[in-house]
DNA sequence: TAGTTTCTTGACCGGATGGTCAATTTTACT
DNA sequence: AGTAAAATTGACCATCCGGTCAAGAAACTA
């Protein structure tokens, strides 16, 4: 409705709308299967316009990238809101979801990055990933020395988490195909992530109320 | 060594050379970024002559499917091996990991696909898998009747696993990046298999020994 | 209004890709 | 050995893709 918007420059419109379009097209055809013809035609504009902002498909690429890990990050964060493992986890888990909730797209570019062996993001995973896990990891084994948690490996506690969170947004097809053919309801899955919160925390030994 | 098995024609010897290439090829660089001449010259023949054993890449790549489907099949088995959930899920989430471990190509293959929108395996999505995971849904609710597991949600329960255990396949090389850039060892990952299928069976509140 | 910058776009190009074909060689069978 | 069937392969082709370009239109600035 808000048709009069005329007044921002066409860069800010036309960048917003060809990462939206490149985010779908990435998604649904990964990078070697996305054409620039395809994402232009999707963000309404000739294909050399498209050329015009982002020089090459890899720029684009890469772009939608860093867009994705700054998600990634902000998710991160939640992690250390608190230092009982139940709040701390319990957040981390519900905001994930909510994430693959919100952006299953960056989620899948984010999947068959990594499938295909990271060519873009090789640094990150070697640095800032790496990192963030190993600190992680030191407050998991901390949780389990003080009791509060199982004995369980921290690593694979962590890739649980990130298998079971993200598989909502990767796999939303297969999901949507067992539940009748639509999506989840939102009402499903919330109950899908408390469901998911639940067996996770009671897994490692935390009581639950 | 055995050099003396000349016998075998050639189409036997092409067309698993040409498979496993196709494998290797499609996993890694996906429907679309995979190219016929790559495959060929992996299986070290021309691309003419693949193209005389698999006329399109379709052909080829529906090929592959299939076979990652007949694994798949295999290892849903194992669910209704006992009627224990202990012993049938310990299984099956072990069967799992087993497939993760030893065809984790396959698996990256069918993640692609379904993130792509499972252009060719939609059928088996509405029909073979559909029935599977609605007859093991009925099987998760008796237990939860019997007060054998947790009143968990079914669906979720099943997701969490294929998630978890997938993941292992699928983003192997994340994995690997957190491991200090080498595949995890036979050891570690026994160890991995063995906690998620604690956190799991716990998690349902399934008494551990 | 005049001038400058930003934006738009049809036409075009080199390279790569999936797939074909016909000529030749190898294998299988009697 | 001789013949028919299966297999091999270099050369080739139509199509499509990422990216360029130049000429012009629109948007800002003063």
Redesign the pocket.
Known sequence: MNVMQ??????V??EEAILIAAEEVFSELGFAG?????IASRAG?????L???Y??????YQTIISRIFSIWLHAAETFDDCDDPADALGRYIRAKMEISRMHPLGSKIWAQEIMHGAPQIQGFLETTLNDWTASRVKIIERWIAERKIDAIDPQSLLYMIWATTQHYADFEHQIGALNGGKALSDEKYKHATETVTQIILKGIGIKMV
Do not use: F, G, M
């Not at 005329?6 to 860069?11: F, G």
């Open positions: 005329k007044k921002s420059k066409p860069r419109k036309n996305a054409t620039t013809s395809l504009i000739p294909k050399a316009n050329h015009y902002y020089p090459t498909k890899e720029a684009l």
